[in-house]
């Protein structure tokens, strides 16, 4: 069964940090580009951050560059999205998924597998 297993995420104060991580099983991990995407209530899904297959290139969104960091670890079969000083404005549902090619990068609808979403809230 193809599947993507997200962990972390949470309440935490502004400034703080989090670490998310996503767990691949079924599928050849190292194939795949991996990108993290958010949701906020009321708004539509964005794209937050990406990582290359083999973890030798990353991008990002102008909102979180500088701040969020994503890699991966493909012994692992794991991606995870560091997150440092988080703003309340970051507080959303945050979902991995895995893509075959590096284009069009930040397209929801690229996507092929996603992981169920985790909520990160940031309070003030």
């Known amino acids: 069964q193809v599947q993507l297993v997200q962990s972390g995420g949470g309440l935490v104060q502004a400034g703080g940090s989090l670490r998310l991580s996503c767990a691949a099983s079924?599928?050849?991990?190292?194939?795949?580009?991996m990108g993290w995407f958010r949701q906020a209530p009321g708004k539509e899904r964005q794209f937050v951050a990406a990582v290359a297959r083999r973890g030798d290139s990353t991008y990002y969104s102008d909102s979180v560059k500088g701040r969020f960091t994503a890699s991966r670890d493909n012994a692992r079969n794991t991606g995870y999205l560091q997150m440092s000083s988080l703003k309340p404005e970051d507080t959303a549902i945050y979902s991995c998924?895995?893509?075959?090619?590096?284009?069009?990068?930040?397209?929801?609808?690229?996507?092929?597998?996603w992981g169920q979403g985790t909520q990160v809230t940031v309070s003030l």
């Open positions: 998924a895995v893509k075959r090619y590096w284009g069009t990068i930040d397209s929801v609808s690229r996507y092929d597998i």
């Open positions: 079924g599928l050849t991990f190292s194939d795949y580009v």
